[in-house]
Nanobody, 112 residues
Framework: QVQLVESGGGLVEPGGSLRLSCAAS????????MGWYRQAPGKPREMVAS???????NSVDVVKGRFTISRDNAKNTVNLQMNSLKPEDTAVYYC??????WGQGTQVTVSS
């Protein structure tokens, strides 16, 4: 029932930007906690940023000031604007809903 589909990943140079989008179905982003996670090769999956139903946002220190999570309730999407990208941001990025549901992931590669 719940489906999360990420898009927007790709190859970008260091210092560049990408905007990831998560199209949700079967769950309303306006009334649920949503988040973005990432997993680099050989490393555990980690939370990057989250947004609650009330609109409160949180992010890990290493992306603060560079990444911004937001949602578009009308489109039922949650987005992650990523600026000033670094090679260490390279990972598969996953959309998450209520800490239970996952998208398929989208690859982000930061390399020159």
């Amino acid at each position: 029932q719940v489906q999360l589909v990420e898009s927007g990943g790709g190859l970008v140079e260091p210092g560049g930007s990408l905007r990831l989008s998560c199209a949700a179905s079967g769950i309303r982003v306006s009334v649920n906690t949503m988040g973005w996670y990432r997993q680099a090769p050989g490393k555990p999956r980690e939370m990057v940023a989250s947004i609650t139903a009330g609109g409160a946002t949180n992010s890990v220190d290493v992306v603060k000031g560079r990444f911004t999570i937001s949602r578009d309730n009308a489109k039922n999407t949650v987005n992650l604007q990523m600026n000033s990208l670094k090679p260490e941001d390279t990972a598969v990025y996953y959309c998450n809903a209520v800490r239970q549901f996952w998208g398929q992931g989208t690859q982000v590669t930061v390399s020159s």
